[in-house]
């Protein structure tokens, strides 16, 4: 039995092959089991002997088996170990990096200029009700302004809004001069869309409340955002316009920043782009609000971040800035 058990002993390979042949020998109903368990029917000089034997067998493969049991674990382990091993050497995933949305980059640009001027950040609402988008900017009911501004209507009072002007009137409404603010943000007209058009487009709104406040004031202020914005040798024309919240209106153009004024594609040959719309309060607003126009005066402007963007980065359809085309906006 010693002999078998010992021959197969030392072929296993597992710790399950160790038990089973632990079970064969010394199990309950083992082999070496049987032959203690035949004892009685054994001599009484036969006994002790045979006795002595089948102990001392016993107590051999159980030696046997915690010592194959410690290397075979061993073994394992050192296994395990060597599969687990990492080598740091294998290159890692390279994680890429997102990059800001070309609109967001003027943004951030334009906030900067405006914020090292001494102006703060303003918010209005988006869904905004009729009497801040039109009312209280002297665009009455039946105002021809409203059909140039094609709006969203939620209901009769409110809408979507078309401009950030709104903005001029809440901030108004809640703060007394001085007053130094933009306001950047989402604008909605029921355009259909086309390389330059989209129902939803940004603008950033800048109003400018105090004592002697005067156009030469807006115009300072014009140029020095545009050269900030679009280099030292940009220059700023002033076209009339009107628009009713503001009396002097004018449209403003910046000389073109890819050829200096000279013609190009990119201002369709006419040496200037327009990016904003601008004038002084006009003193029914400030009225409005509860400002005294015989002692303030202030100047506003509206500006279009996707004309300036599209300006400053070359792009040619409007459309490109809202596909979120990874290939596209990596380029910025
Ligand atoms: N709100 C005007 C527009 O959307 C722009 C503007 C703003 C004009 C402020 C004058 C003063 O066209």
Redesign the pocket.
């Known amino acids: 039995i010693r002999e078998q058990a010992e021959k197969e002993l030392s072929a296993a390979e597992s710790i399950q092959e160790l038990e089973n042949i632990r079970v064969k020998y010394l199990g309950k109903k083992g082999e070496l089991t049987s032959v203690l368990r035949g004892m009685g029917a054994l001599s009484a000089e036969e006994r002790p002997i045979i006795g002595q034997i089948a102990n001392e067998v016993r107590q051999v493969l159980e030696n046997r088996i915690e010592e194959l049991k410690k290397k075979l674990l061993d073994k394992e382990r050192e296994l395990k170990l060597a599969q687990e091993v990492i080598d740091v050497t294998i290159p890692g995933n390279r994680k890429v990096l997102g990059k800001k949305h070309p609109l967001t980059v003027v943004l951030d640009e334009i906030k900067e200029v405006f914020i090292g001027m001494g102006y703060e950040i303003a918010e209005g609402p988006e869904v905004e009700m009729d009497y801040y988008n039109f009312e209280a900017l002297n665009i009455p009911k039946n105002h021809p302004a409203r059909d140039v501004?094609d709006t969203f209507y939620i209901n009769e009072n409110i809408l979507l809004r078309?401009?950030?002007?709104p903005v001029?009137i809440r901030v108004m409404e809640n703060k007394k001069p001085p007053i130094k603010i933009i306001c950047p943000g989402r604008?909605y007209r029921s355009d259909a869309v086309d390389a330059t058009h989209s129902p939803i487009f940004h603008?950033v709104?800048g109003l400018v409340v105090d004592k002697g406040v005067t156009m030469g004031d807006l115009i300072g202020t014009l140029k020095i955002f545009a050269k900030s914005l679009f280099g030292e040798k940009t220059d700023i024309r002033l076209r009339p316009h009107h628009?009713p919240?503001?009396e002097p209106?004018a449209e403003v153009d910046v000389s073109c920043w890819t050829c200096g004024g000279k013609g190009c594609r990119i201002c369709k040959n006419e040496g200037w782009i327009e990016i904003?719309?601008?004038?002084m309060v006009h003193p029914k607003v400030l009225e409005v609000c509860g400002i005294d126009p015989e002692v303030y005066s202030g100047f506003?402007?509206?500006l279009g971040v996707e004309r300036t963007a599209m300006g400053r980065f070359n792009i040619d359809d409007m459309r490109l800035l809202y596909e979120n085309d990874i290939r596209f906006l990596k380029q910025f």
């Not at 078309?162 to 002007?165: I, M, P």
């Not at 904003?276 to 004038?279: C, D, R, W």
Request: proline residues 0%; aromatic residues 16%.
């Open positions: 501004q078309t401009q950030t002007s001029q604008v603008q709104e628009f919240f503001t209106s904003l719309g601008a004038g506003a402007f509206g």
